[in-house]
Each structure stands twice: as structure tokens, then as C-alpha cells.
T-cell receptor, first 115, second 114 residues
Framework: GAGVSQSPRYKVAKRGQDVALRCDPISGHVSLFWYQQALGQGPEFLTYFQNEAQLDKSGLPSDRFFAERPEGSVSTLKIQRTQQEDSAVYLC?????????????FGPGTRLTVL | AQKITQTQPGMFVQEKEAVTLDCTYDTSDPSYGLFWYKQPSSGEMIFLIYQGSYDQQNATEGRYSLNFQKARKSANLVISASQLGDSAMYFCAVRKGSNYKLTFGKGTLLTVNP
């Protein structure tokens, strides 16, 4: 079956532009996660959805970051007025259950470069 | 808060040899899970192996094994019989109890030489 997919794979934005990053989780997966991975670092948690409910957004770095999952499947991470420090790989992951399972299944990520 | 330390920025190993990637963690919770992920140049994180804090035996998955030393808060990954395709970044991560957040280390870049 298909894994987690993300689009676009690469995005170049001028500082101040808004961007939208899409995540298609594995079909039927209840939990969805967004992580930010800066160059040379491990991924850092941004936000967590259980179905359509955003249960944790404690990792979002500023109010310019907004995530949604309106129908409990596809999710979009939106960054408004992008800044150079937003340049990173944005990883999406999903897992089947409500409680933490043994593993989260990751997508290939979107590499965002802000000029 | 959880913390993961991977002290080896880079490691080299000859093909067919074994290699150990170090990971130490810091958590005050008695119940936690430890994970290792592989990240090839294509970017996706590939789950390798999991160890629960209450598991009595070290986890093994094929060529991967986890050397879990609870008192030392150490969870080293051992890859046996290295293959060229093992060249990648390797991340150790910890998750508290039944929480969902993974806290990752900075990773180790493994290069397998022919």
C-alpha cells in the first residue's frame, strides 16, 4: 500500500511569502504529526492531530505557523510571511492508533528554502 | 523533558563488519520507549527498531539490535554485517510513556566503505 506522501518535495519562497505544505497520511491512520528538521539536526515536533482534532500545537514556533486537518485525512501546514529561519525540511508522519504505537510512519518531507 | 545525545557526528565502517552507534538519553519517567530511525539521502525516516523501558530483553530486528543498558540510560544500535545501502543518517529518539511526541538526537552519519 501507499506510504505517507508529501507535496511539494521542494519549495523555494521569497521572504514574506506564504506557503502551504501538504501531507497525505496512510489511509485510515488516526494520528498525524508534523516535524521540522533544520539542517544538521534531528526532527523537532511541531503539532499533532487525532483525526481532525489538533490536540497539541506546542511545538509551532510562532503564530505564523498554522496546521489543519479538516476531514481527518489530508493535512496542510501553512507558514505565513516566511522568514529565512523557516528554511528546513518539514516532515509529516502518521500512525494507526489514538495512543502512541510502536512507530510513526514518515513521509519524504518538503524541503523549504526561504530566500 | 526528554533529551537524546548522540556523540558521534560521523562513523565509518567496512562492508560486512559490525558497527555500534551510540545513544544516551535523559528522562525522569519510568515508562518510555526508545526508537532508532534511518534517514537516507532521499529524506524519509525509516523505522528500524524499538525498545520499551520495561522490556527484559534487548530488541532485535534482523541485522539490527539494540544494546539497552537501563542503568546507564544507554541505547546503542548495533548493525551487523554492514552493507553499502546502510550508509545514511541514523537517529535515536525517545518517547515518554504513551505520549506521542518523539524527541530526536542530532544523528550520526554512517558511511559504509566497500
Amino acid at each position: 500500500g501507499a506510504g505517507v506522501s508529501q507535496s511539494p518535495r521542494y519549495k523555494v519562497a521569497k521572504r514574506g511569502q506564504d506557503v502551504a505544505l501538504r501531507c497525505d497520511p496512510i489511509s485510515g491512520h488516526v494520528s498525524l504529526f508534523w516535524y521540522q528538521q533544520a539542517l544538521g539536526q534531528g526532527p523537532e515536533f511541531l503539532t499533532y492531530f487525532q483525526n481532525e482534532a489538533q490536540l497539541d500545537k506546542s511545538g509551532l514556533p510562532s503564530d505564523r505557523f498554522f496546521a489543519e486537518r479538516p476531514e481527518g485525512s489530508v493535512s496542510t501546514l501553512k507558514i505565513q510571511r516566511t522568514q529565512q529561519e523557516d528554511s528546513a525540511v518539514y516532515l509529516c508522519a502518521s500512525s494507526p492508533g489514538r495512543l502512541a504505537g510502536r512507530e510513526q510512519f514518515f513521509g519524504p518531507g518538503t524541503r523549504l528554502t526561504v530566500l | 523533558a526528554q533529551k537524546i545525545t548522540q556523540t558521534q557526528p560521523g562513523m565509518f565502517v567496512q562492508e560486512k563488519e559490525a558497527v555500534t552507534l551510540d545513544c544516551t538519553y535523559d528522562t525522569s519517567d519510568p515508562s518510555y520507549g526508545l526508537f532508532w530511525y534511518k534517514q537516507p539521502s532521499s529524506g524519509e525516516m525509516i523505522f528500524l527498531i524499538y525498545q520499551g523501558s520495561y522490556d527484559q530483553q534487548n530488541a532485535t530486528e534482523g541485522r539490527y539490535s539494540l544494546n539497552f543498558q537501563k542503568a546507564r540510560k544507554s541505547a546503542n544500535l548495533v548493525i551487523s554485517a554492514s552493507q553499502l545501502g546502510d550508509s545514511a543518517m541514523y537517529f535515536c529518539a525517545v518517547r515518554k510513556g504513551s505520549n506521542y511526541k518523539l524527541t530526536f538526537g542530532k544523528g550520526t552519519l554512517l558511511t559504509v566503505n566497500p
